[in-house]
């Protein structure tokens, strides 16, 4: 058994920080949103950000865009050309994907300052494009509401995890401890 164990020990030990790292993490994100009531179709405080957040994308391109709670769940209605094109919900903030993307970051973690770094680039970068990812989605709803379950099912998570994926390669292969060294002649 030691055998196997020394074997894997690099594969065990990213396992092991990865879980120790997403659970540590979602159980911070439920409590977070455990503060809000559910029953009073209390919307969190970070999802309303998003929300204004993608108002204020769209209005920067003179759309006519509104955002205004949803009176029946813990959402936040984004309204394009007066037309309720998106209901902004919790799932929709990506904080979620952020604490995936984090964790795997420990878990290939570096030297302290690159890792904290990346991670606060890193959460910024898909904070931003999933604002974007939620304003582009509102617009091409309305021009194409045939394709709504192949852009919202589709396009746009495979657009979200995809620049995920691609930040976790750069932190591999540049910054990570397992990135290769050049030799400097």
Same mark, same amino acid.
């Given at each position: 058994?030691?055998?196997?164990?020394?074997?894997?020990?690099?594969?065990?030990?990213?396992?092991?920080?990865?879980?120790?790292?997403?659970?540590?993490?979602?159980?911070?994100?439920?409590?977070?949103?455990?503060?809000?009531?559910?029953?009073?179709?209390?919307?969190?405080?970070?999802?309303?950000?998003?929300?204004?957040?993608?108002?204020?994308?769209?209005?920067?391109?003179?759309?006519?865009? *509104?955002?205004?709670?949803?009176?029946?769940?813990?959402?936040?209605?984004?309204?394009?050309?007066?037309?309720?094109? +998106?209901?902004?919900?919790?799932?929709?903030?990506?904080?979620?994907?952020?604490? $995936?993307?984090?964790?795997?970051?420990?878990?290939?973690?570096?030297?302290?300052?690159?890792?904290?770094?990346?991670?606060?680039?890193?959460? $910024?970068?898909?904070?931003?494009?999933?604002?974007?990812?939620? +304003?582009?989605?509102?617009?091409?709803?309305?021009?194409?509401?045939?394709?709504?379950?192949?852009?919202?099912?589709?396009?746009?998570?495979?657009?979200?995890?995809?620049?995920?994926?691609?930040?976790?390669?750069?932190?591999?292969?540049?910054?990570?401890?397992?990135? *290769?060294?050049?030799?400097?002649?």
């Amino acid at each position: 058994m030691k055998k196997y164990f020394i074997l894997y020990k690099p594969f065990l030990l990213f396992l092991g920080k990865f879980l120790l790292t997403y659970l540590l993490l979602t159980f911070i994100y439920q409590s977070y949103l455990g503060r809000f009531d559910v029953n009073q179709n209390e919307t969190d405080s970070f999802t309303k950000l998003v929300a204004q957040q993608t108002e204020d994308v769209l209005l920067f391109f003179n759309c006519d865009v *509104k955002t205004l709670p949803n009176s029946k769940e813990p959402a936040v209605n984004l309204y394009y050309n007066h037309k309720p094109m +998106a209901r902004i919900i919790e799932g929709c903030n990506a904080l979620s994907v952020i604490i $995936l993307f984090a964790s795997f970051i420990i878990a290939f973690s570096g030297k302290l300052k690159p890792t904290v770094l990346y991670i606060i680039g890193g959460s $910024l970068i898909i904070h931003i494009l999933n604002v974007i990812r939620i +304003a582009l989605l509102c617009v091409f709803m309305y021009y194409y509401p045939k394709q709504q379950h192949f852009l919202h099912g589709v396009v746009f998570p495979l657009f979200i995890y995809g620049v995920v994926f691609i930040l976790w390669i750069i932190w591999v292969n540049k910054f990570s401890k397992y990135a *290769k060294k050049t030799i400097q002649s």
